[in-house]
Nanobody, 119 residues
Framework: QVQLVESGGGLVQPGGSLRLSCAASGSGSIFGRYAMGWYRQAPGKQRELVATITSIGTTNYADSVKGRFTVSGDNAKNTVYLQMDSLKPEDTAVYYC???????????WGQGTQVTVSS
């Protein structure tokens, strides 16, 4: 089974940028076998979908992040990224990487990385 490890979170001022990484290991290449996504959960709120990238590279975004966030993947590094620009205080949350195995329909989650947008 795949292990997902997020990194890149931190404290950033409004209008700033961060790039989150999700490194996959333990199950070969995720590309072509998993649909990958980024979710986030703010204090007191439900976990919500932020962005997804399919096995063929199709991307989809929540309305709240369209035009500001970009999801991408690097096959050689077996890693998925979330580039976050023009960050707002309401983007503050724990961000989780998710992988859906396309054959078994099993979901895998990383441990999460904290993103705080504050002046």
């Amino acid at each position: 089974q795949v292990q997902l490890v997020e990194s890149g979170g931190g404290l950033v001022q409004p209008g700033g940028s961060l790039r989150l990484s999700c490194a996959a290991s333990g199950s070969g290449s995720i590309f072509g076998r998993y649909a990958m996504g980024w979710y986030r959960q703010a204090p007191g709120k439900q976990r919500e979908l932020v962005a997804t990238i399919t096995s063929i590279g199709t991307t989809n975004y929540a309305d709240s992040v369209k035009g500001r966030f970009t999801v991408s993947g690097d096959n050689a590094k077996n890693t998925v990224y979330l580039q976050m620009d023009s960050l707002k205080p309401e983007d503050t949350a724990v961000y989780y990487c998710n992988g859906l195995h396309l054959l078994t329909r099993t979901w895998y989650w990383g441990q999460g990385t904290q993103v705080t947008v504050s002046s």
